[in-house]
């Protein structure tokens, strides 16, 4: 918790990945996180220019507490004019595209969903609870199925922001297309890679929003 706040006070204008279960808050609860997402935004808007949260996404068994964290820092913190709290949905679930629907009837058309797209890296424990997609190929179907969704309803609603977080091509070059078609969404969007993965996409000639995991 404390590396947080460092990050939160050394940084500008950055990304800080919140994974909850590695600030040992496993066995809180909720009230208890919710708190520290008070916290964390307090202590960000003291800034001159704050930063952004990506509320990463865990295993089945966390996961519930997650999303309803995730839903109470957009709920509570995000405005059309900024996004200070992104939820993750991993692709690679059978029930995230119900998650999904729920999110746009709730979010998209007050401006305030922020959302990262992930194909998801829990799949070893996740697989034993039924969860997991057949394969990897509905696995890719579903990811870019949703993405184009969610680029689709920024003519409509274009205060939205996405995070495409991918080290697929196909689904970071459908990001690029619909940016060089629609440059005034160009700020909606961004592209998520690890650090060591995927230099190719992150350090391509397409000068959009990159971001670099750091461990």
Same mark, same amino acid.
């Given at each position: 918790?404390?590396?947080?706040?460092?990050?939160?006070?050394?940084?500008?204008?950055?990304?800080?990945?919140?994974?909850?279960?590695?600030?040992?808050?496993?066995?809180?609860?909720?009230?208890?996180?919710?708190?520290?997402?008070?916290?964390?935004?307090?202590?960000?808007?003291?800034?001159?220019?704050?930063?952004?949260?990506?509320?990463?996404?865990?295993?089945?068994?966390?996961?519930?507490?997650?999303?309803?964290?995730?839903?109470?820092?957009?709920? /509570?913190?995000?405005?059309?004019? !900024?996004? %200070? @709290?992104?939820?993750? #949905?991993? *692709?690679?679930? =059978?029930?995230?595209?119900?998650?999904?629907?729920?999110?746009?009837?709730?979010?998209?058309?007050?401006?305030?969903?922020?959302?990262?797209?992930?194909?998801?890296?829990?799949?070893?424990?996740?697989?034993?609870?039924?969860?997991?997609?057949?394969?990897?190929?509905?696995?890719?179907?579903?990811?870019?199925?949703?993405?184009?969704?969610?680029?689709?309803?920024?003519?409509?609603?274009?205060?939205?922001?996405?995070?495409?977080?991918?080290?697929?091509?196909?689904?970071?070059?459908?990001?690029?297309?619909?940016?060089?078609? /629609?440059?005034?969404?160009?700020? !909606?969007? %961004? @592209?998520?890679?690890? #650090?060591? *993965?995927?230099? =190719?996409?992150?350090?391509?000639?397409?000068?959009?929003?990159?971001?670099?995991?750091?461990?």
């Amino acid at each position: 918790i404390d590396e947080i706040y460092k990050q939160i006070n050394v940084l500008e204008s950055s990304f800080i990945a919140l994974k909850f279960s590695s600030l040992g808050i496993n066995n809180e609860s909720l009230i208890f996180c919710q708190k520290l997402i008070d916290n964390f935004y307090k202590e960000n808007s003291k800034k001159k220019n704050p930063n952004k949260f990506l509320i990463d996404a865990e295993n089945y068994i966390i996961q519930p507490k997650i999303y309803d964290l995730s839903d109470y820092a957009i709920d /509570n913190y995000n405005t059309p004019e !900024n996004k %200070y @709290f992104y939820k993750t #949905l991993q *692709m690679y679930r =059978n029930d995230v595209s119900n998650i999904f629907y729920e999110d746009i009837e709730k979010y998209i058309e007050n401006n305030k969903y922020a959302l990262k797209l992930v194909r998801g890296a829990y799949i070893s424990s996740d697989k034993k609870h039924n969860i997991i997609l057949s394969s990897k190929e509905d696995t890719d179907t579903q990811y870019n199925y949703i993405l184009n969704i969610f680029l689709s309803l920024l003519h409509e609603y274009p205060k939205n922001d996405i995070v495409i977080a991918t080290h697929n091509n196909l689904s970071y070059n459908m990001g690029i297309s619909f940016i060089k078609e /629609n440059t005034e969404y160009k700020n !909606n969007i %961004y @592209f998520a890679t690890l #650090l060591g *993965m995927a230099d =190719n996409i992150c350090f391509d000639d397409n000068n959009y929003n990159k971001l670099k995991y750091v461990p």
